[in-house]
């Protein structure tokens, strides 16, 4: 589909979403968020698609809301901005609940919502020149929107600090709380990403998305009988699939399982 704010690249099993406002720091407004919703939605059907990536062009990752959205929305009323509000949320809820792997390629500024992307994603590698801050205080505002995923990534303690003081936080701190998980010099930025992108090849696409649904099932729930129940049935399901079959026959036989490819 054609995109205004966005480029989608293709690279075999491997879609990169290129967040494309480089003159506005990938800012986002309604139509970035429209499109990166129907983006996420379309790659995580297309079957051929194994691994998306989330970039964006120029010195920034993304810059959080654009001024001009902002302005437009503290002269709306209430409903205008629920509507508004919504449909930030959807949006970065589609792309933390991708069936697929999802990595954060972040190369520079990720302020505000662009944190937020950059945790809404289930890996983020940090060029050393990127920097994250939770700003939304400075403007009389809350990062609403992005705290579920924040919070998960940093967890509570760090968000009482970041949240309040919207200090910046380059990528070395960055790691240290949880919020990436790699940080690594720019010039190997793109090498530590396809790093990641291969072991996560290795895996079976079945598997990934079980995994992913298996941490939110999971996750501050306490262990009890109906949680050890629950993760017994989920493995003996899948080992009951085509896809643990094929990749538990590959090990005995010494061979690549069927969905990795040449």
């Known amino acids: 589909m054609p995109f205004q704010a966005l480029e989608i690249q293709l690279t075999g099993p491997v879609a990169t979403i290129w967040m494309n406002r480089p003159d506005l720091h990938n800012a986002f407004d309604e139509t970035l968020i429209a499109e990166l919703t129907a983006a996420c939605i379309a790659l995580d059907e297309d079957k051929d698609v194994r691994v998306v990536i989330l970039a964006g062009r120029g010195k920034s990752f993304s810059a959080g809301a654009d001024l001009n959205w902002m302005k437009r929305a503290a002269n709306n009323g209430l409903d205008d901005n629920l509507n508004d509000a919504r449909a930030l949320a959807r949006m970065l809820r589609v792309l933390a609940e991708m069936k697929k792997p999802t990595i954060a390629r972040v190369q520079g500024a990720a302020l505000g919502g662009g944190m937020g992307l950059a945790a809404a994603c289930d890996i983020a590698v940090a060029s050393t020149k990127a920097v994250f801050a939770t700003s939304e205080v400075k403007f009389g505002i809350i990062p609403s929107a992005i705290s579920p995923y924040v919070l998960r990534a940093i967890g509570a303690r760090q968000a009482y600090r970041y949240f309040q003081s919207a200090e910046r936080i380059d990528a070395t701190r960055a790691r240290e709380i949880g919020l990436v998980h ?21 895996g079976g696409p079945l598997s990934h998305a079980a995994a992913k649904d298996l941490i939110r099932a999971v996750n501050g729930r306490p262990i009890n009988d109906t949680l050890v129940d629950d993760t017994a049935h989920r493995i003996a399901h899948l080992r009951a699939t085509p896809e643990a079959r094929e990749g538990i026959a590959a090990f005995l036989d010494k061979r690549q399982p069927n969905w990795i490819g040449e």
């Open 182 to 202: 790699e940080a690594v010099e720019p010039e190997q930025l793109d090498a530590k990403v396809q790093e990641i992108v291969a072991s996560l090849l290795q």
